[in-house]
C-alpha cells in the first residue's frame, strides 16, 4: 500500500475534548468538532454531543464509530427501559447502561463518553465513562485529547453553585484553551444547557472564540496570511 495512503485509510478517530459540567440547576456539556483520520482531518464540524434521551446526553471520544455503535445500543435499552417503566429513565440509569457496555466490550472498544443530563429525582448530574467502564460521578468531568490541558484549569475556575451562563462560560473557554493546545481538537464549540425547563443547544464558530498565547487570526485561506506578511526582503 501507498504509505501516503495510510492516514487515508486509518478509523476515523476523535481526538478530542469534550466536558460535562453540573451548576446550580442543571448541567452544561460542551464538545469540539474536529474528527481526524491519522493525521487528517475527516470532518470539521461533526457533533460529538449525542441525545440518548429527551433529557439525558452523551458526549463522545475516541474511536468515532465504537462511540457511535455504543450510543445507538444505549438508546434503544432507554426506549425499552420507558415503555416498561412508562416514565423517562433517570441520567444514573443512563450512565450504568453506558457503562455496562464498556465495560462488557472493554476488549474491543476505544471510547471514553460523559454522561449529563436531569432528572426530576436527583437534578442534574455528570458521569464519567473512561476507557474500560469505569463510571465516576462528578460534579465536573473533562475527557479527550485536549484533557491533559484542562485539569489545572479546573482545579481553579469551578465553583460550587455557579450559574447557568457561567457554567456555559466556563465550558465554552475551556474547550478553546485546549483546541488552542492540542492539535486533535479544533473547528467549532457545540454546548448543550440540560435543566428542569428542557434543552438548549448553542453554536459558537471558530472565529468567534479567544484566543490564546501564539495563536494565530483565523484567515480564510493561505492567500490571506501571505498578503499579511511584510513583502519586505530579508536582511542578512
Known amino acids: 500500500m501507498d504509505p501516503s495512503m495510510a492516514d487515508l485509510n486509518s478509523p476515523h478517530s476523535m481526538g478530542t475534548t469534550i466536558i460535562g459540567v453540573t451548576y446550580d440547576g442543571g448541567v452544561v456539556l460542551g464538545a469540539d468538532s474536529r474528527t481526524s483520520t491519522g493525521m487528517y482531518v475527516a470532518n470539521r464540524a461533526s457533533d460529538k454531543i449525542t441525545q440518548l434521551t429527551d433529557n439525558v446526553y452523551l458526549c ?3 474511536s468515532a464509530a465504537d462511540s457511535q455503535v455504543v450510543a445507538d445500543y444505549v438508546r434503544y435499552h432507554l426506549h425499552q427501559h420507558t415503555i ?3 416514565q423517562p429513565a433517570t441520567v444514573k440509569v443512563a450512565a450504568n ?15 471514553g463518553m460523559i454522561v449529563g443530563g436531569w432528572d426530576k429525582y436527583e437534578g442534574g448530574k455528570i458521569y464519567g465513562v473512561p476507557l474500560g467502564g469505569t463510571i465516576i460521578e462528578q460534579p465536573f468531568a473533562i475527557g479527550g485529547s485536549g484533557s491533559s490541558y484542562l485539569y489545572g484549569f479546573f ?6 453553585g455557579m450559574t447557568k451562563d457561567e457554567a456555559e462560560k466556563l465550558v465554552v473557554k475551556a474547550v478553546s484553551l485546549a483546541i488552542a493546545r492540542d492539535g486533535a481538537s479544533g473547528g467549532v464549540v457545540r454546548t448543550i444547557i440540560i435543566n428542569s425547563e428542557g434543552v438548549t443547544r448553542n453554536f459558537y464558530p471558530g472565529d468567534s472564540l479567544p484566543l490564546w498565547h501564539e495563536e494565530l487570526e483565523p484567515q480564510n485561506s493561505l492567500l490571506d496570511i501571505l498578503s499579511s506578511l511584510s513583502s519586505e526582503p530579508m536582511v542578512t
Do not use: F
Not at 482545579?155 to 460550587?160: F, L, N, R, S, V
Open 84 to 86: 416498561s417503566l412508562g
Open 97 to 111: 447502561i453506558v457503562r455496562q457496555i464498556s465495560y462488557n466490550n472493554k476488549n474491543m472498544l476505544q471510547t
Open 155 to 160: 482545579d481553579q475556575a469551578w465553583k460550587e
Open 60 to 62: 463522545r471520544s475516541g
